[in-house]
């Protein structure tokens, strides 16, 4: 369907950027106007003749309805996709891969683009043979199949998952470029499932009964000890997220939601809670996810998320391209304690602060969105949000977290990010003092 | 890897219904004892010890992190996919497919899995080519480019879309076994985009400019016309849903979201937006979507969706399949002009009514999700559900429907839905009066 077709203006062929390469370049049209709307208030141009003319899009018939049972972004796409970065672990099965937050807006995470981190693959676990255990302190040891889980009442709420290592290799310095790989270890998605609390009750936890551990059912039977305070408050035994099966990658068939609380707990692929009186301190709540001081000893269980933004528009991988005048500036803010009530945004490295804009439903234990509209004039910025939460916890400097914990964290870095915006737009990770 | 492993149980195998073949058949872990489980109100058994076994997925590796840049749905949940009705339309590039409501929950629905309806099939789009002019009866005539569009303050909003054809086909009686294909032609997601109105105010709307008629640029170039009073008020000019770019079947790179319209207002791939002094009475708000009553008059511009709901579990597609016992109840229930506020159920065909249990965010113009939690005594059920909004307006019998419109209208039909579940747990669609 490349061919010239009467009444068409002869055309310049650009690369094919997409797997239809017959939708062949076309009208130039008011471009030269456009270019120059970046400088103008209006930030739009007067439209050129040329718009009437028509594109390849107009002109031909796509696909119809039944090409795509189970939809697909489009090829210009392409680019918006999880990375992982090789180097960082030994392995891909015991790794992490990060959520493309600067291509992302509103609240919502696509399940496609949640950020995984798992500790021996995917694994990939039959509905119908899959089975979840409640044993230990209880009165009634019980065995649910996934139908059985479903015969519990329901409830849905938006939660945000943030890895404790989210951010963690910014300790030392600003050292990765690019949100995406400084902070994509956060998603946010609404889940259905049924309360913990619930199935609990059904099983009947004995007075002894204070702590719980999580196990999942992949190869690494990832193991989490949760006080029993926790488990009977706001946790879910969750099979859906926005609005489908959870996707394998986060636990399918069924995984533990512990809103607020480090990722890590949040144990997919779930196939056994017990009950017991003491925590277990597994491998995943010793010798990793805990918090080394400077003194040289721990902090045990550091389960909440603190209260923390970072801004995703300009950022290292999405850098201004469109020159000085209007520019949205935007990001994301989150509290594993409760709603944001507040950012900050710095364009001078901290010294001013105004307030952002946020914008959308504010859900307690979700991402909030925030945006700030200025004129840029062109000169250099130095980037910063700082979020406050319902309770009145904001946001610390990276400089005084390190003061507190000393520098041989990895952990629980909710430190303000800063952004070097250059003069041609260009960004960059940068540290201030 | 499907090899025995030393230490393994002998296992029977079962048949594929994976890509991973080698997933094979495992414990058969107290079938006996949960297959009672559904008569009994704990709903689950005690543990066999058969729980202690190693299923497959405990054994080996699965894959990285590095495997699915962007993920897809598990392999046994290929049968949740969108539909088309081949009969329906004589060709698949100008016809709908629908969202398989009975699969999901919460109020989220997965851009995969949002219904389709387009004219002339999907246009493939380039952004970096695509514009959007502004003309007609205003001050300065405008042509955007996406980026141009990107620098304007946005919003994000959740917002059902449901097409004025959705359950047109029951005018007649109960014809489609399945609430995906009754009630499938709606989706809700969050959107981003700017507000309409801004830039509108850019371009400056004469006093004479009282209609907008917004144009895709799709093969079907389809045009709507829009009052100036809804254009100024919630419409939004959108480029993502659910957080990343719109699907290239919602119109990528750029829609209109015109909440609580008719989804046909919804212009998709949107090119143009004329200023006006009248509306245009083009084919698709003339020869369609307008309703033709008996007396062989038709409705103009019947733009609001007005409140419905429907259960989709249980439904023909999901029947009861745990026999007697607690039952879990769901459905979904939305108003075109804000929320919903109470949403009854009946199963006894709509002699009693008893109050479901709205769950979830509740916002204007969104899917809301109820369901009502009741033990099932194995007897026939006729279920319907009756949805209310917050300004009193009550979702109508079809009866009633068909008393003030006749029988020859398809579009608005927002009549309560009956399901007749019979004492194995199939169920149909039907028809009480």
Redesign the interface.
């Known amino acids: 369907m490349s061919e010239q077709k009467p009444g068409n203006r002869p055309r310049t062929d650009r690369p094919g ?2 797997r ?1 390469a017959f ?1 062949r ?3 130039t ?2 471009v030269g ?2 270019a120059g ?1 970046a400088t103008v208030p ?7 003749p040329a ?1 009437t003319e028509i ?1 390849e ?21 392409k680019h ?5 970065v ?1 180097w960082l672990t030994a ?3 015991a ?3 990060f959520t493309p937050l600067h ?12 950020f ?3 500790h ?8 119908a ?3 979840l ?1 409640i ?1 230990g302190l209880v009165e ?6 996934m ?2 889980l ?9 939660y945000f998952l943030e890895c404790a290592a989210n951010t963690g290799m910014e300790w030392r310095g600003a050292q990765l470029n690019g949100c995406q790989f400084t902070h994509g270890m956060v998603h946010n ?4 499932g049924v309360p913990l609390r619930t199935l609990l009750q ?1 099983a009947g936890v004995k007075t002894s009964g204070k702590w719980l551990l999580a196990e999942g ?3 690494s ?1 990832m193991t989490r000890s949760i006080p029993m305070e926790k488990a009977l408050d706001d946790c879910l035994v969750a099979f ?1 997220m ?8 986060q636990g ?2 069924v995984r533990l939601v512990v809103p607020g609380w480090e990722g890590n707990m949040w144990v997919k ?1 779930l196939r056994r809670l017990e009950v017991g009186d003491q925590p277990w301190h597994h491998r995943e709540e010793t010798s990793k996810y805990t918090d080394l001081l400077e003194s040289g000893k721990a902090r045990r269980f550091t389960w909440t998320m603190d209260v923390k933004s970072v801004i995703t528009n300009p950022s290292p991988q999405a850098p201004i ?2 020159g000085p ?4 500036l ?1 990001g994301l803010a989150w509290s594993g304690l409760g709603t944001v009530t507040r950012v900050d945004v710095s364009v001078d490295g901290g010294r001013n602060w105004r307030p952002a ?1 946020l ?3 504010s ?1 307690s234990k979700s991402l909030h ?1 925030f ?1 700030y ?1 200025f004129n840029w004039d062109g000169s250099e910025l130095l980037l910063q949000s700082r979020a406050m939460d319902e309770f009145g916890n904001v946001q610390p400097t990276k400089e005084a977290l390190r003061q507190a914990r000393g520098e041989n964290s990895i952990y629980h870095n909710n430190g303000i990010q800063t952004w070097y915006v250059q003069e041609n737009g260009v960004t960059e990770n940068v540290e201030v003092s």
Not at 120 to 127: F, K, N, Q, R, T
Not at 140 to 145: A, K, N, R, S
Not at 189 to 192: A, G, I, K, P, Q
Request: net charge negative; glycine share 8%.
């Open positions: 950027t997409s239809r939708l370049g076309g009208s049209l008011a106007a456009l709307a209006a930030h739009a141009a007067q439209p050129d718009i594109q899009w107009n002109q031909y018939l796509g696909d119809g309805v039944d090409a795509f049972p189970y939809g697909a972004p489009s090829s210009f796409e918006v996709i999880r990375r992982n090789p392995d891909a099965t790794s992490v891969n291509e992302l807006d509103g609240i919502i995470t696509p399940n496609g683009l949640c995984e981190r798992h021996a693959g995917i694994a990939l676990v039959d509905p043979q899959h089975r255990m044993n009634t040891p019980l065995v649910f199949t139908a059985d479903q015969r519990f009442p329901r409830e849905n709420h938006v998605v609404m889940y259905t059904e059912a992949d190869a039977a859906k926005n609005g489908e099966a959870l996707r394998p990658e399918y068939p692929w391209t469109t005048g209007p520019t949205v935007t804009r914008d959308g439903p859900l969105r945006y509209d």
